[in-house]
């Protein structure tokens, strides 16, 4: 119980307050600024994928962080094969933005599509070289080796950090940013990460208070509250 008050303490005294509302001029975000000095890698991690709180904020996060920080890769937990065509519309505006989404599974959402209009809207002024891109650290070949994909969607991430040299946010799931290892010594993605790239790596993680989730089961969705 001390432990729990000692934890809503720190939090009611370090809070910033978000705009709840999708569309705003993100000002309510300049806390991260101060707070993301000097990282070059900003993990952005979500509890459970298809969740529209979280992607509403976090296209906040990426609209905030490429206008103002600086932030030129955007990379996601799928396959770059789904990407690429996703990373092209955002350099020249070709292709159906609406079925390059399909092949996305649970990113394939109204609010990825928004966020993908906002960039190419916004690279349309930069130079080619000064572009926001997109890239996929993920493969359907690592899948079937649960224990291991980790490790190699960081290694996939890292030689390609390592060319490009540019800030970066990565959208992934809060267990594969993850940079301890609480989870039975199991070395998540952030884990990796936070050995090569030391402080370089700043990990934002959503979860949820109350609300409801939608679980697949027998392909059919079920519906479970909690609090």
Known sequence: LCAQESSVDWINKNAYQLNSNSVSDNQDLRFLTKQLKNKSIIGLGEASHGTQEFYIQTRRIIQYLTSKDNYKIIAFECPQTAIEP????????????????????????????????????????????????????????????????????????????????????????????AKDTTMANYKAMGWHLKQEFENQFYVIGFDTYKGNVSTISNGKFEKHDFE
């Open 86 to 177: 996703i990373n092209q519309y955002l350099q020249n505006g070709s292709g159906d933005l609406a079925a390059m989404l399909k092949p996305m599974g649970l990113y394939n959402s109204e609010e990825l599509y928004k966020l993908f209009q906002w960039l190419m809207e916004f690279n349309k002024s930069k130079s080619s070289t000064d572009k926001v891109k997109l890239i996929g650290f993920d493969s359907a070949e690592y899948w079937g080796n649960p224990l291991k994909r980790d490790q190699l969607m960081s290694e996939n991430f890292t030689k390609t950090h390592k060319i490009k040299k540019l800030k970066t946010i990565l959208w992934a799931h809060n267990l594969h940013l």
